[in-house]
């Protein structure tokens, strides 16, 4: 930390301990407590109220006092004129809070499920894995993770609670016994894996979900029956040449480290072979067709696959 920052941080430490902005709880002097509820919790500030009506921030109280040992009045401010509660509680952290309204609406659509929000409550509470899924969302996830819990931990940030029902964001999590329903439902109208996983995905949630919903379709023998099939394709082999030497065939063979070329007629099935080397490099091949050419013409039509030494700009130039 540099020079400069230090002196500045511990000026501000100082003056933060200093009388003029703290001092301890008097219960002879009048208190005001101001509070301000939101999504990320409750702040409040304590503070004396002075002869001059001037307030002084307290350090420390020593007792916490009900309502009824003393008198008081509440007034209601909006949160843009209680500047002091929110500042203690909402800092600017970046925070993924998920809509109420949204959670309800998961819960609400599992009545149009073939589950309802009753039957996920209830079965939770039997689960016996979503049973220990439910203490720890509400107490707190051990440090080191048990492996049946996993799925449910990588999530434990997102994982809420609503209606006596665990969610994970949006989407309800369906205890074991209810997993072959939803697929069920999902799939009466046959409409495939990929539309009943983006359904699903939408507003429930178990571990393996995609793999349960693709099992429900194959185990459909009508869905098997009106799966999209690969179109059938006719080969189309090569009319028999009428003369020998007018269409060859070429291509490489490796036999103990070195390459071969070869050069197959069509008519006459005659092989010719011819050794190139370790590497067989399109120079090597281009002196074998030239043989090759040399002794028996030019054929009419070579046939080769395309390989790196076929298609180089020196064999375009043979």
């Known amino acids: 930390m540099a020079s400069g920052t230090t002196k500045g941080f511990q000026s ?14 008097d219960l002879e002097k009048r208190v005001n407590v101001k509070c301000d509820a939101s999504p990320y919790g409750i702040g409040a500030c304590l503070s004396h109220v002075m002869d001059d009506e001037s307030e002084q921030p307290v350090a420390f109280a020593s007792r916490t006092l009900s309502p009824t040992e003393q008198n008081y009045a509440q007034i209601d401010r909006e949160g843009v004129t209680n500047a002091e509660a929110n500042m203690l509680s909402r800092l600017p952290i970046a925070v993924n809070v998920i809509d109420h309204d949204e ?13 309802t929000a009753g ?31 996993q799925p449910y931990q990588r999530r434990a940030d997102q994982l809420t609670i609503v209606e006596d029902c665990l969610l994970w964001g949006s989407r309800v999590i369906i205890p074991h016994t209810l997993r072959n329903k939803v697929p069920n439902g999902l799939h009466e109208d046959h409409v495939g894996a990929s539309r009943m996983k983006a359904i699903a995905r939408g507003f429930v949630w178990w571990p393996c979900l995609d793999k349960d919903m693709e099992d429900t379709v194959r185990a459909c023998q009508a869905c098997q029956d009106t799966r999209h099939r690969p179109v059938q394709t006719h080969s189309h082999p090569w009319i028999y040449p009428d003369s020998p030497w007018s269409r060859l065939y070429a291509d490489f063979a490796e036999v103990s480290g070195k ?3 070869v050069i197959v007629d069509a008519f ?24 090759t050419f040399a002794c028996h013409g030019l054929p009419e039509r070579l046939v080769t696959d ?5 298609t180089s700009q020196q064999f375009k130039n043979l």
């Not at 011819?274 to 281009?286: A, F, W, Y």
């Open 259 to 261: 390459q071969y070329l």
């Open 306 to 310: 395309n390989g790196p030494q076929f």
């Open 103 to 115: 959670q309800l609406y998961g819960i609400d659509y599992c009545e149009m499920l073939p589950v």
């Open 12 to 25: 501000i430490k100082e003056e933060t301990v200093e009388f003029r902005f703290l001092t301890h709880y």
């Open 268 to 291: 006459s099935k005659r092989p010719g072979v011819h050794e190139l080397g370790t590497h067989g490099t399109s120079t090597q091949t281009i002196e074998a067709f030239r043989r």
């Open 119 to 149: 039957d996920v409550a209830r079965e939770t509470k039997k689960d016996p894995v979503l049973k220990r899924v439910y203490e720890h969302a509400l107490r707190g996830w051990p440090k080191h993770g048990v492996t049946e819990l």
